[in-house]
C-alpha cells in the first residue's frame, strides 16, 4: 500500500485544523457578545439579512427602506461587528 502523505505531515495538517476551528469557534462567540451590543434596529437589520438569507432588497422593501441606505446601515453595521470581534480576541488574549 502506498502512502501519499508523511506521519509527519498528517500530524501538522490535524494540528493547523484544530487550531483553525478554535479560532473559528473564539470568533463566534465574540460575533454572539458583539451582536448583543448592537441597538436594537441594528441587530433587528442584522438578523432580517443574514438569519433569514433574504437579500438586502428584500429586507428594505420588508422595512419601507430604501436599498442603497439598507446597504450602507448594514455595511456600517458588518463594519462595527468586526471592530469588537477583533478588540474583544485581542482582549483576551491580552488576559
Do not use: P, W
Amino acid at each position: 500500500r502506498m502512502r501519499l502523505f508523511s506521519s509527519d505531515f498528517i500530524d501538522t495538517l490535524a494540528t493547523e485544523v484544530e487550531n483553525s476551528l478554535d479560532l473559528l469557534d473564539d470568533r463566534r462567540e465574540a460575533l454572539s457578545g458583539c451582536l448583543k451590543k448592537l441597538r436594537e434596529q441594528d441587530r433587528h437589520l442584522v438578523m432580517q439579512r443574514y438569519q433569514h438569507r433574504a437579500t438586502t432588497r428584500r429586507v428594505a422593501e420588508s422595512l419601507g427602506r430604501s436599498v442603497q441606505g439598507t446597504r450602507k446601515s448594514l455595511h456600517r453595521i458588518r463594519m462595527s461587528l468586526l471592530t469588537c470581534i477583533e478588540r474583544t480576541l485581542a482582549a483576551r488574549e491580552r488576559a
